[in-house]
């Protein structure tokens, strides 16, 4: 039967729709000429090394925090910016560019996104000015959209028996190039100028913006309707009154007036989005979506992982590196601790695929639910005070394949439970959840630590400071399981609206 001008497949299985075209049958698109022409077959590596690329850009400046001050001459809540400007800037566009993906093009809005990491590394190459390089490290956050932008394209053009595990690739290079971003810019700071770093980010933003131009075709826009400028500034407006209070609580005081106004502006911010966006015949984010369970679940879920994933790095980052002595900590160096990450980065890219596998057999929930085990057991392992080395390395690895296995089954899930026409905005809204997700883990993280500082020690941290901070994350890996208990098992139902593939002659 036709749905909405669509063909779909009678294979509905495990919450998951199997549209498919003949297995090998390349997608095609519409020339002007009104000639069909297949799609590129480089579409997948361009859009999966511009997602590492991405990830790699967040952390590259992980390792320098501590030196910056120095080399800029700037104070240490300045340079905190340099992070957290990255964040709010990617929370905030991501959503945005999706829904204009949608309307005017996905390669335009790749190529913008591109042009803006590409410009921002150039810019941090260039300048040791604190103002110059917080501007920089936020036109760096716009890559943020790569990856829902890049996942609603491969949607599109990808045969279909290829789009689940393309999809489940790309969620993992979140993790891949977290787990490059630190060691690839210690090695490079510990050896040569941090400038040198930047510059060989801006070669990377180069080859694949020039990649794309050349070797990645326009996907069909959906031009219907008009932009919905009002709803985007004030989405802007509500994220940014709850993203800055939260990153900049801990130096400001939690009970400071202004994280306290900020936060109840946030509130208000976002009430009347919703409102708005409600009564907007266009929304920038179709809000009563938002409710449907199919949509709502991912969504919590992405949030709460975004908050484990980073919790999984930034905590370790931290333990491994800490002095031996009254606290806890390791003793690494910085390229040794990012080094003991590389495991962890592994076993994303090996279970990706196995997220895939288990939802075509046994279903999303399943599949969900069994990310969701590992996230809990890894930071289980994390929890335990004093574990030798070896034991944070595969805790490390365990958290790993949960947060690829749920990451890739969330992307799974938005595929089935969004039209077409509204993937990129969705698959926007699902990435800025994990981007908010992890802002919220920076602040919980960096509270917590300071809370059991050693007496007498001026950055010590006890055994259960890190303990505390590890469990924090195991909650949400539970909450996480709880959720995904709600999810439906088994076939999609055959009244449900999918999104299709096939269009009608």
Not at 57 to 69: A, G, K, N
Not at 92 to 113: E, S
Not at 205 to 227: H, W, Y
Not at 367 to 393: D, E, Q, R
Request: charged letters at 10%.
């Amino acid at each position: 039967m036709w749905v909405n001008g669509y063909l779909p497949s009678e294979n509905r299985r495990c919450g998951v729709t199997t549209l498919d075209r003949p297995p090998g049958t390349p997608a095609v698109t519409t020339s002007d000429a009104g000639l069909a022409q297949p799609r590129s077959r480089f579409l997948f590596p361009i859009v999966v090394a511009a997602a590492v690329f991405q990830a790699v850009l967040q952390t590259v400046i992980v390792p320098l925090l501590p030196e910056l001050p120095h080399f800029t001459g700037a104070g240490r809540t300045a340079v905190s910016w340099l992070v957290t400007v990255t964040l709010l800037v990617g929370a905030v566009v991501t959503p945005i560019f999706g829904r204009l993906a949608d309307m005017f093009g996905k390669k335009k809005m790749l190529l913008v996104a591109f042009s803006m990491m590409t410009l921002g590394s150039m810019l941090c190459a260039l300048s040791s000015d604190i103002a110059v390089l917080i501007f920089a490290r936020a036109l760096q956050g716009a890559g943020s959209a790569v990856i829902p932008i890049g996942i609603s394209m491969l949607r599109d053009e990808l045969p279909r028996n290829k789009v689940n595990g393309a999809v489940a690739m790309m969620s993992s290079t979140l993790g891949v190039g977290t787990a490059l971003g630190i060691p690839f810019s210690a090695m490079i700071a510990q050896y040569s100028n941090w400038h040198v770093l930047f510059w060989v980010t801006t070669a990377i933003g180069l080859s694949v913006t020039l990649a794309a131009v050349l070797f990645i075709r326009e996907s069909e826009p959906n031009p219907s309707g008009r932009f919905d400028g009002v709803g985007a500034v004030g989405l802007s407006a509500a994220m940014i009154a709850l993203l800055v209070p939260i990153t900049q609580g801990s130096s400001w005081g939690w009970t400071s007036g202004a994280v306290i106004s900020m936060l109840a502006a946030s509130a208000v911010l976002f009430a009347l989005w919703v409102i708005q966006q409600r009564r907007n015949v266009n929304p920038l984010v179709d809000v009563r979506a938002l409710v449907k369970r199919a949509v709502l679940i991912p969504h919590l879920a992405a949030l709460l992982v975004g908050f484990a994933f980073f919790g999984n790095t930034l905590i370790t980052t931290q333990l491994l590196q800490g002095m031996k002595g009254p606290g806890a900590g390791y003793g690494l160096s910085i390229i040794a601790a990012a080094l003991c990450q590389i495991p962890a980065s592994i076993a994303m890219v090996l279970f990706s695929p196995v997220a895939v596998r288990i939802t075509d057999r046994f279903g999303s929930r399943t599949a969900m639910l069994t990310g969701a085990v590992f996230l809990a057991g890894g930071y289980g392992i994390h929890a335990v005070a004093g574990k030798p080395l070896w034991g944070v390395v595969a805790a490390l690895g365990i958290t790993a394949v949960g947060t690829a296995i749920v990451y890739s089954t969330l992307s799974l899930l938005i595929l089935v439970a969004v039209p077409r026409q509204r993937l990129a905005a969705a698959n926007g809204v699902n990435s800025l959840l994990r981007t908010s997700g992890s802002t919220i883990c920076s602040a919980t993280v960096a509270t917590i630590l300071a809370a059991f500082v050693i007496s007498g020690s001026e950055h010590s941290t006890s055994w259960t400071g890190f303990s505390v901070a590890y469990l924090v994350c195991a909650g949400c890996a539970v909450v996480v399981f709880a959720v995904s208990i709600l999810l439906p098992q088994g076939r999609t139902p055959k009244h449900l609206d999918l999104p299709d593939l096939v269009r009608r002659p």
